[in-house]
């Protein structure tokens, strides 16, 4: 049981994670620079994206993509086995990264948007090369933790992982469990989860401080 | 070289710049002076539209800044800005702000932008720092390499707001002199100041605001040593 809980299981989270983070911290920046946007119909379709990704349970995000628009439209997402659980997690992820982004970017003075176009930068080049750099430095502890809550999110693709090879830890150890009325498959994968964020939480803790310390 | 009129500005309610008319002329230099909250800033700011006027117009070089449809990057390359709180870029080393815009803006390949980059360095007396980071500086060295990183740009005017506010007293005479020795070679300069002494020495005119207008302006020695207005005389009585 366990090299396949490694294999597949371990295997498919850590795919999971990898995508939706990518895919999070694209729609969470796109999002986060239309929030700050002068402009009124760039800043009112973020903010209602980020309220209702956020007030919806994840689950049922989950769900809504991954059964509930293939049963209304007909359509099939292709790579089933990957593409519409990393489609949800990265809505919703980047729901909340996008607060995250967006906090970063206030964090920065004002001071240094205002020397770059003094010297006459256009937005877009001040925002890539003076804002977001800075930003992203204080955005690395916030951006850690909301990884290790993606990892974990990554077990509510359980309800979507029937297809062969594409169960994640949660889906494969539930299973297991089930087949054989053994319950050593659910501490196993509850291991693996751990292994992998109990470092990541420590690594929050102390990029936390260094952040703190360097201000 | 710059010629102000009618400007105002308003932050709510409250009219920070209440109709301001001002001429500077080519290779000039003006100081501007007053209480905080006249408004010296704000027109300063307002020159190269980083606050938007509320009612006026500002011509810089021929270019009217306020006018309709203004390429204002572009304007904004003619005038050099020096912050109070300096604002260099803390992830670039001194020489890697100066070159930022060069190869941004301007776009200079990268060697030709770090040889003009040691250059306008070298010109505040900073080539020894060139890799040094902000954080490893003093304000002062700061401040003299934010100089630098507007000088490069090869700018037509020059605008300092409190350049040397922020300094501490041991400091602020390095930065005056960079820009005593910028003055003397005949760059335009509109500079906001609480430095009597620099005003004095080194302005052509000084101008005094109030309360968002221009109370009085002329030589710096008729309006520093025998000011004819009373709110002049007794805003002086304050500092001097």
Same mark, same amino acid.
């Given at each position: ?16 994670? /990898? /995508? @939706?983070?990518l ?17 009124r ?12 990704l ?12 991954g ?6 439209? #007909?359509?099939?997402?292709? /790579? ?25 970017i ?10 770059a ?33 993606? /990892?974990?999110?990554?077990s ?60 | ?5 009618g400007?105002?500005? @308003?932050? #709510? ?30 027109l ?21 800044v ?6 204002l ?31 941004? =803006?301007?776009?200079?390949? @990268? ?66 002199? =960079? ?6 070679? #005949?760059?335009?300069? =509109? ?27 002329g ?22």
């Amino acid at each position: 049981m366990l090299p396949e809980l490694i294999t597949e299981g371990a295997k498919n989270t850590l795919v999971f994670t /990898f /995508f @939706s983070f990518l895919g999070g911290l694209a729609i969470g920046l796109l999002v986060a620079l239309m929030r700050l946007s002068r402009r009124r119909s760039l800043r009112w379709p973020a903010a209602v994206f980020t309220d209702l990704l956020r007030g919806l349970p994840a689950l049922l995000t989950i769900i809504f993509i991954g059964f509930g628009i293939p049963i209304a439209t #007909g359509w099939q997402f292709p /790579f089933p086995k990957y593409f519409p659980g990393c489609l949800a997690l990265s809505l919703v992820a980047g729901a909340y990264m996008a607060e995250t982004i967006r906090a970063g970017i206030e964090g920065v003075p004002r001071g240094q948007m205002e020397a770059a176009r003094s010297l006459g930068m256009p937005y877009p080049v001040a925002m890539r090369r003076v804002v977001l750099p800075q930003a992203f430095r204080l955005m690395v502890p916030p951006l850690t933790n909301e990884l290790v809550l993606l /990892f974990k999110d990554t077990s509510l693709l359980a309800v979507l992982g029937t297809l062969a090879g594409g169960k994640e830890i949660t889906k494969f150890a539930r299973d297991f469990a089930n087949a054989r009325s053994n319950s050593s498959a659910l501490v196993a994968g509850g291991i693996a989860y751990l292994v992998i964020t109990l470092p990541l939480i420590r690594l929050v803790a102390q990029l936390e401080s260094r952040t703190r310390g360097a201000r | 070289m710059i010629s102000i009129t009618g400007l105002r500005k @308003s932050f #709510g309610d409250h009219e920070v710049l209440r109709g301001i008319d001002l001429e500077v002329a080519a290779r000039e230099v003006v100081c501007v002076i007053g209480p905080s909250g006249s408004g010296k800033s704000t027109l300063l700011r307002c020159i190269n539209r980083l606050e938007e006027p509320t009612a006026g117009r500002v011509v810089v070089d021929g270019v009217e800044v306020t006018g309709p449809g203004v390429d204002l990057d572009k304007v904004r390359t003619s005038m050099g800005m020096v912050f109070q709180q300096f604002n260099l870029f803390p992830h670039k080393t001194a020489l890697g702000n100066v070159t930022l815009a060069l190869r941004t =803006v301007l776009g200079m390949d @990268s060697g030709a932008a770090d040889a003009r980059g040691r250059q306008m360095l070298e010109v505040v007396g900073m080539a020894g720092k060139a890799d040094a980071y902000p954080a490893r500086l003093s304000g002062g060295q700061q401040q003299r390499v934010a100089i630098a990183r507007a000088l490069a740009m090869e700018p037509k005017v020059m605008l300092f707001d409190e350049a040397t506010s922020a300094l501490d007293p041991e400091l602020v005479g390095e930065v005056l002199g =960079v820009m005593r020795k910028l003055a003397e070679q #005949g760059m335009t300069m =509109v500079v906001v100041t609480h430095e009597m002494g620099f005003a004095r020495e080194v302005a052509d005119r000084v101008v005094f605001m109030d309360d968002g207008l221009v109370v009085e302006q002329g030589p710096p020695a008729a309006l520093l040593g025998s000011p004819r207005e009373a709110r002049t005389r007794s805003f002086l009585a304050k500092v001097l």
